[in-house]
């Protein structure tokens, strides 16, 4: 175990992919593995911290020691983590969230007919930005998964949304993002560019993000 940096902090993390449904067998989701997340709960937890895992669709193994609640869509994430937000201290939302989901769900399964199906779909609740308005004190890590631009798009979430750091991956690139073992990130804080990270596995990463998220937690920025 690491130093225990992070004792009596309660971290909520959030891994996967939501799966929003059409009717009971047909769903609408992405590629995240959970993988991310996972790491970094396990990072939190090596350091002390009191973690609490929301976990969407994964692939991931489940990790010792940390608490998971089971959630299936954005709505259910979105009330999950809203109902511990209050007394946590720190968030890191490495989930990929749903943007639309279907407007009608259907409770038997949808028979199809010679013609075109057109599905429509409806925003869902934006989590990262709820958090941010909703924040008293919290410290909020967003993620980003870009494919162009990444520095530009990073800064207008971590704005917009009032995070403390955005974590960007190009997921254009060779063995980052979506489902693979490894990442290749670049950290962004309210200063800018705080640290690029070369190609390395997601629990490194994880690792050095808690390190940069414990010493802005104990050390933190004189406001401006
Ligand atoms: O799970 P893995 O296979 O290990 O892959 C990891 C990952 C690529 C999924 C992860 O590193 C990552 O980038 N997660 C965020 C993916 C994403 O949805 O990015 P985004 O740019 O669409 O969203 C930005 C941020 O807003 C994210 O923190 C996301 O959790 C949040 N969000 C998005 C939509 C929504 N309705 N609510 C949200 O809170």
Redesign the pocket.
Known sequence: AKNQELKGKRVLV???GTVERLDPVRYLTN???????FAIAEAAANRGADVTLIAARTTADSVAGIRVIHVET?EEMLQAVLSRYEETDIVI???????YRPVVRAASKMKKNDGRLIIELER?????QTLGERKKGQFLV?????TEQVEHYAMD?LNRKNCDLVVA?D?SKEGA???VDT?IVKVFGQEGLVEEMPLLQ?REVADRLLTLIAQRITHPAKEA
């Open positions: 959030t891994a996967g590629d995240s593995s959970g993988k991310m997340g954005a939302k490495a989930a990929a969230v749903a943007d869902t609740t934006d989590i990262l967003g993620f980003a998964a870009e979430k991956n997921v993002g979506f489902n990442n997601k």
